[in-house]
């Protein structure tokens, strides 16, 4: 499998329920593709971000889940995309402490510090995409006659 030749898997968001599903089958996928457990935690907290994003303010939408493969690292493609109203000044919504909906003012940029690739696409009136991307670090061999 080459980076992204794999097809995604596809989940929609659209109820509070739906948050639990989209975190539960990111750990899965990680986990397979080798991320550690602070990786996998790591990814599982932004999507979880994203995916709260898309319901709250995109009014519901789905993520492609794709897993990655370069040959020499393994990696997950997060794409949550909505058809929301968009955001408006997206250089204010990525503010530490902004927010629109009461929360803590994290979620963007929160996430995008928790992942390796971070793109935003809105167009107001049309809806957001916002796309992740981490990678695995493989664990570097142990040398010989180390504890």
């Known amino acids: 499998m080459r980076a992204g030749h794999a097809a995604p898997a596809v989940v929609p968001i659209g109820s509070d329920a739906d948050l639990a599903w989209v975190r539960q089958q990111v750990r899965q996928a990680a986990a397979e593709l080798g991320?550690?457990?602070?990786?996998?935690?790591?990814?599982?907290?932004?999507?979880?971000?994203?995916?709260?994003?898309?319901?709250?303010?995109?009014?519901?939408?789905?993520?492609?889940?794709?897993?990655?493969?370069?040959?020499?690292?393994?990696?997950?493609?997060?794409?949550?995309?909505?058809?929301?109203?968009?955001?408006?000044?997206?250089?204010?919504?990525?503010?530490?402490?902004?927010?629109?909906?009461?929360?803590?003012?994290?979620g963007l940029s929160g996430a995008k510090r928790l992942v390796h690739e971070f793109e935003v696409d809105s167009r107001p009136g049309e809806g957001t995409t916002v796309t992740v991307t981490a990678w695995a670090t493989p664990v570097p061999p142990s040398r010989p006659g180390a504890l």
């Open 35 to 106: 991320f550690g457990l602070v990786q996998q935690t790591k990814l599982v907290t932004a999507a979880s971000e994203l995916a709260r994003n898309t319901l709250v303010h995109g009014g519901g939408g789905q993520v492609r889940i794709t897993p990655l493969d370069t040959g020499r690292s393994q990696g997950l493609r997060l794409a949550f995309v909505d058809t929301g109203p968009g955001i408006r000044d997206l250089e204010q919504a990525m503010t530490d402490g902004y927010t629109s909906g009461g929360g803590l003012g994290l």
